[in-house]
Nanobody
Framework: QVQLVESGGGSVQAGGSLRLSCAAS????????MGWFRQAPEKEREWVAN??????YYDDSVKGRFTISQDNAKNTLYLEMGSLKSEDTAIYYC??????????????????WGQGTQVTVSS
């Protein structure tokens, strides 16, 4: 059983920065999709970024502003968010795809999810 616990959310003014962490139990890294998604009120949960075998991928809306990384020794996934905008306001979720095929950009590829952490950006 994989457990993912996010932290680091909060309120920040536009232009500010936050770092989200996702602590994972069990052997979740390796050749698995590890990703961040977000869900704004009344919107679908959307892919933000993922890392797979050391390669990172980003949605165009966050490219150049967000950085995804992982620390295998700590079994932790990170999302560094900079130049935050009001439209980044959402609940952010980390997720992992264990023995699951499919694109890392698709929500349905992922097998385990964290509980989410709120990020609020005020303009």
């Amino acid at each position: 059983q994989v457990q993912l616990v996010e932290s680091g959310g909060g309120s920040v003014q536009a232009g500010g920065s936050l770092r989200l962490s996702c602590a994972a139990s069990g052997d979740t890294f390796g050749n698995n999709c590890m990703g961040w998604f977000r869900q704004a009120p009344e919107k679908e949960r959307e892919w933000v970024a993922n890392i797979l075998a050391g390669t990172t991928y980003y949605d165009d809306s966050v490219k150049g502003r967000f950085t995804i990384s992982q620390d295998n020794a700590k079994n932790t996934l990170y999302l560094e968010m900079g130049s935050l905008k009001s439209e980044d306001t959402a609940i952010y979720y980390c997720a992992v795809a264990i023995r699951s095929s499919g694109s890392c950009r698709y929500r349905t590829t992922y097998t385990d999810w964290g509980q989410g952490t709120q990020v609020t950006v005020s303009s």
